[in-house]
């Protein structure tokens, strides 16, 4: 018997949950949340702008039972099936969508993007084709404040459902504030993943009535543990990233860092786990620093095999940074999974990272941006077998603690059962 099920509330509401793509590797605390939520007795039905970009999924997807109703996805190629259900809608629903358009232009007006056009049409074939007078739905949640909430506020306003969203990292410090400010401000409550997060959204909205909550991903606990880890490792020293291959993640920091320490005559090696937009950077640089012989990249890999990783490696390292669009990391849950391995872990002092990696407790933080202080942080923790036991023993009771998602999904559940329920538009 399943622990989290409880069917002692039979009042819970019926969450439709628009994301940009589902299933997705890299979003695996979506689909996570969206299992546990089924076993507390939630019915889901899920709405995902893009299909997968991977061509397997983790076992947990397989688990799922909310049907998904994937949106037409371009604008242009996609025209006519967005067409044609919006004139259905706007026929059925006049003083609605004339308010829905309303809506879409002020917000046109701030952003000049033909995506705001893009969002109202996805809205309305959602809530035309599946948030009819027989759909059981009654509350709409969007993942990520950008597009997906977007199309989330535009159903809302068109159904008159009311409506929340989860605001992660890149979506919250890359929106137009007065864009991010709006859909606060219209929405029932907003839930984010980090106390950092939470401060900038209150500082950015301090006179809206919604309610802010931060809940934490969190992970599955009785996933990622390693009670047969060895104290040692032979030599090399082995460091394990895993992270997509985007500017935000600090990738080139790590290899100039691996660089220095060769220099130095340390016996390493370094793999990489994910993919991404710049894979033929990183691969260059890999080359160009003459570290081929210690470095690997494996692309994307099932939990299975990274968790195979964790267990064969020494230190988790990740080179986190703020990118020039102000694309940040909230707390990378690959840390969270480092530190319930019983692996010690090294990042940067970014965004919400102490929260996960309390320096010198939990974990080390160097400066963003500099190599030669994380090459120091890595020869410091390969040379000193105690700091590396304690940081081991320390973060997994910490992340019990802070980040079992089995806990942390209660509260979840109770924002939507108790906070949920302010129409955006009079039904």
Known sequence: MNILRDH????????????????????????????????????????????????????????????VHYLPTELLLDFPRLLL??????????????YSVAAAAR?????????????????????????GANSPVTHL????????TSVTLFASLLSGLPFSFTAHAKDIYTSKKEQLREKIDMAAFVVTCTNHNLDYLR???????????????GIDTKLFQNETRPADHP????????????????LPVIYHAIKILKERGMNLNHTLIGDGDD??????????????????????????????????????????????????????????????????????????????LVNDETGLTVAPDDPLAMADSIQRLANNRDLRLRLSRKGRPFVETHFNNRTLIKNLA???QHHGGKVTCDR
């Open 235 to 250: 030599e090399p020293f082995r460091l394990l990233t895993v992270a997509r291959m985007t500017e935000k993640k600090g």
């Open 85 to 98: 259900p919006n004139i259905f809608l706007a026929v059925k629903s006049v003083s609605r969508y004339r």
């Open 107 to 131: 917000r046109f007006r701030r952003s000049r993007s033909l995506a705001t056009l893009k969002h109202l049409f996805q809205a309305g074939f959602l809530v035309n084709n599946h948030l």
């Open 279 to 356: 894979k033929e950077k990183i691969l260059q640089l890999i080359k160009k620093l003459d570290l081929e012989d210690c470095c690997n990249c494996l692309g994307t890999l099932p939990h299975d095999k990274v968790l195979g990783h964790f267990r064969d490696s020494d230190l988790f390292v990740l080179g986190c940074r703020i990118a020039e669009n102000g694309d940040r990391d909230g707390i990378p849950n690959v840390l969270v999974e480092s530190l319930a391995m019983g692996v010690p872990a090294l990042s940067t002092r970014v965004s919400a990272i102490g929260e996960i």
């Open 203 to 217: 500082d950015l909205a301090p006179d809206s009535t919604t309610d802010l909550f931060c809940v934490y991903h």
């Open 414 to 416: 109770d924002i939507f």
């Open 8 to 67: 002692s509330q039979p009042d819970r509401p019926v969450l439709g949950y628009i994301l940009k793509g589902y299933p997705r590797i890299s979003e695996t605390f979506i689909s996570n949340e969206i299992f546990l939520l089924e076993q507390l007795g939630f019915s889901m039905h899920l709405f995902p702008m893009r299909r997968p970009r991977e061509n397997f999924s983790h076992n947990s997807v397989k688990q799922i039972k909310a049907p």
């Open 141 to 148: 949640h969007g993942h990520f404040a950008h597009s997906p």
